[in-house]
């Protein structure tokens, strides 16, 4: 069992920056790919993001892509998601996820096998 910690996120106003962090754990591999999704209550959880944790680039949600940014701290063993110009539609609650699959099967959230706790991102107007 891989046990995901997630930290940041918050309060932000429209316009403003959240970063958003998850712990790798000692267990994770190289053909895993962790990815980001955010969950409005009552609704499923939507793709935001993910990233192979061999490195490279990230991928993206059309919705997000030119206002975040994924990518892999390997010194703090950390992957985040850097989110900028913010906007109301941004508020919900994140999670990043492992996944064993490729990209494709990466972009839905039943792939995954392990989260993290989730993180409140809200952004006023």
């Known amino acids: 069992q891989l046990q995901l910690v997630q930290s940041g996120g918050g309060l932000s106003q429209a316009g403003g920056s959240l970063t958003l962090s998850c712990e790798l754990p000692?267990?994770?591999?190289?053909?895993?790919?962790m990815g980001w999704f955010r969950q409005v209550s009552g609704n499923d959880r939507v793709y935001v993001a993910s990233?192979?944790?061999?490195?490279?680039?990230?991928h993206y949600a059309d919705s997000v892509k030119d206002r975040v940014s994924i990518s892999i701290d390997n010194a703090k063993r950390t992957v985040n998601l850097q989110m900028t110009s913010l906007k109301p539609e941004d508020t919900a609650r994140y999670y990043c996820?492992?996944?064993?699959?490729?990209?494709?099967?990466?972009?839905?959230?039943?792939?995954?096998?392990?989260w993290g706790q989730g993180t409140q991102v809200t952004v006023s107007s």
């Open positions: 996820g492992i996944t064993l699959g490729p990209l494709v099967s990466a972009l839905n959230w039943k792939t995954y096998t392990y």
């Open positions: 000692e267990r994770t591999h190289r053909q895993h790919r």
């Open positions: 990233i192979a944790l061999s490195g490279g680039v990230g």
